[in-house]
T-cell receptor, first 109, second 113 residues
Framework: GQNIDQPTEMTATEGAIVQINCTYQTSGFNGLFWYQQHAGEAPTFLSYNVLDGLEEKGRFSSFLSRSKGYSYLLLKELQMKDSASYLCAVRDSNYQLIWGAGTKLIIKP | DVKVTQSSRYLVKRTGEKVFLECVQDMDHENMFWYRQDPGLGLRLIYFSYDVKMKEKGDIPEGYSVSREKKERFSLILESASTNQTSMYLC????????????FGPGTRLTVT
């Protein structure tokens, strides 16, 4: 079966750095997405990786290793507004998105 | 600015009722999707559509049907609502192609009593 694993919950301190991991086992791979979802709101797109390596976008970076079936989202200089769930999704060989259950990130002052 | 709107934010229906959830997008996206989101589970795809009048079953289509008569509108129908369909329903749209992200509506929290 297809599977995406993320930690259920993480806690970090304002101003710090946090890394949210995502491991996947899917039938084929055609890209990996990260989305942010604040409580009660719609998911919004953060990043897309299809090649190995690090993609940086301001305070957020996303890394992919296809050989290891592994990605992480790195958030720097954490702000209270970064408190949200972070969803990892992989596009499989049929071009369908397989979603992880999400990681709830709690930021403490 | 891409906008995906859903007809209701909150809905309460009785068991056995027919329920219509509507989704409209204004970005001329070919692809539209209906998901449900439940605590501890990832987004689960109910149905999707790649074109007008075209529909494909997702992972959990049982108890649901869809309609896409116009490019901008994608409707989800619960033929006879049941309590296990109490959930958050999210509509999304995107351009075709593997690298395009999906844009989501605000969601409809449906409670079936």
């Amino acid at each position: 079966g297809q599977n995406i694993d993320q930690p259920t919950e993480m806690t970090a301190t304002e101003g710090a750095i946090v890394q949210i991991n995502c491991t996947y086992q899917t039938s084929g791979f055609n890209g990996l997405f990260w989305y942010q979802q604040h409580a009660g709101e719609a998911p919004t797109f953060l990043s897309y990786n299809v090649l190995d390596g690090l993609e940086e976008k301001g305070r957020f970076s996303s890394f992919l290793s296809r050989s290891k079936g592994y990605s992480y989202l790195l958030l720097k200089e954490l702000q209270m507004k970064d408190s949200a769930s972070y969803l990892c999704a992989v596009r499989d060989s049929n071009y369908q998105l397989i979603w992880g259950a999400g990681t709830k990130l709690i930021i403490k002052p | 600015d891409v906008k995906v709107t859903q007809s209701s934010r909150y809905l309460v229906k009785r068991t056995g009722e027919k329920v219509f959830l509507e989704c409209v997008q204004d970005m001329d996206h070919e692809n539209m999707f209906w998901y449900r989101q439940d605590p501890g589970l990832g987004l689960r795809l109910i149905y999707f559509s790649y074109d007008v009048k075209m529909k494909e079953k997702g992972d959990i289509p049982e108890g649901y049907s869809v309609s896409r008569e116009k490019k901008e509108r994608f409707s989800l129908i619960l033929e006879s609502a049941s309590t296990n369909q109490t959930s958050m329903y999210l509509c999304a749209s995107s351009f075709p192609g593997p690298s395009y992200e999906q844009y989501f509506g605000p969601g409809t929290r449906l409670t079936v009593t």
